[in-house]
């Protein structure tokens, strides 16, 4: 189903990990189409997401990339086909999926897995709870007597199990494996005239797993919007994505690999800025399955 024909000549033959990775921002920041760049990519679309529709369109993307690269020795993408897809309406489809590429992940020569995105995957689980316990009326009295909390420390566990299963799964199996959420603004309290200021900028995560899945991400990006000048209309502005391995005003994040990028950018020698796979491909190749 894949083919990767292009190999770095630093990367050993002997892969057993890959590289996890949070990938989070705002939408329209390329999230679905940088993840689609990634070798033997294939996707955990949770439908209610909607991203997977850019993969329609990254095919043209992907050509448009390649043919205006000067740099031939590593293309700016591994991939320039459509991915493969599982679309996820439900908690039992996306576990059914993970057991499904597991098993198949070798047949099917894939490398990297996408799960796009985290965010409506926990809606989905706390629906899907929510809708089991109000079944049960004597839960539901409880609840009600709590103040209407139909999520317990016990269900926050069980969604913890949940995802840590999931998350262990595809992470033993040497597969790259890439989350990706939106990003929750933090502001501070208003001033006297109203004014706000940016406190940080976080993966949307609920419960314990905003803590716990980062802390088991080898890399975190931070998709931003960057607005610059547009040299082909003097005095308008155009905006492209610019993904950081921190973000602005936020604390130091701890993921593993942010010294090898002392800028705290993300860098392609032909398209700066723009994002591609081929910028994490020259610091990190070393850590990145490509299926040999």
Not at 184 to 211: C, F, H, Y
């Amino acid at each position: 189903m894949y083919e990767t024909k292009i190999q770095h000549p630093a990367v050993s033959n002997k892969v057993e990990k890959g590289l996890t990775v949070l990938l989070y921002g705002h939408p329209g920041t390329w999230k679905t189409t940088w993840c689609a760049q990634w070798p033997g990519v294939v996707f955990i679309s949770i439908v209610s997401e909607g991203g997977d529709a850019a993969l329609t369109s990254y095919p043209t993307i992907a050509k448009w990339l390649v043919d205006n690269a000067s740099t031939k020795d590593i293309p700016p993408v591994f991939n320039t086909s459509e991915p493969q897809k599982f679309p996820v309406r439900t908690t039992k489809e996306f576990v059914d999926y993970i057991e499904l590429i597991c098993k198949n992940r070798k047949q099917w020569g894939i490398c990297t897995v996408v799960v796009d995105g985290l965010t409506q995957l926990i809606d989905i689980w706390k629906r899907e709870y929510i809708h089991l316990k109000q079944a049960d009326r004597n839960y539901t009295q409880r609840s009600d007597k709590r103040g209407g909390d139909l999520l317990d420390q016990q269900a926050w566990g069980f969604l913890n199990l949940f995802l840590s299963t999931a998350r262990v799964d595809l992470q033993n199996h040497g597969l790259n494996v890439i989350w990706t959420t939106f990003l929750k603004e933090v502001w501070s309290p208003p001033d006297p005239k109203g004014n706000q200021d940016l406190i940080a900028e976080l993966p949307m995560i609920t419960g314990a797993n905003r803590v716990t899945l980062p802390a088991q991400c080898q890399l975190w990006l931070y998709a931003k919007r960057e607005k610059t000048p547009d040299m082909k209309v003097p005095g308008t502005y155009s905006v492209q994505p610019r993904y950081l391995t921190k973000s602005t005003g936020t604390a130091d994040l701890r993921h593993k690999f942010l010294w090898k990028f002392p800028k705290g950018c993300l860098m392609d020698p032909d398209f700066g800025t723009l994002p591609t796979f081929r910028s994490i491909y020259y610091e990190l190749h070393e850590h990145i399955y490509l299926g040999q």
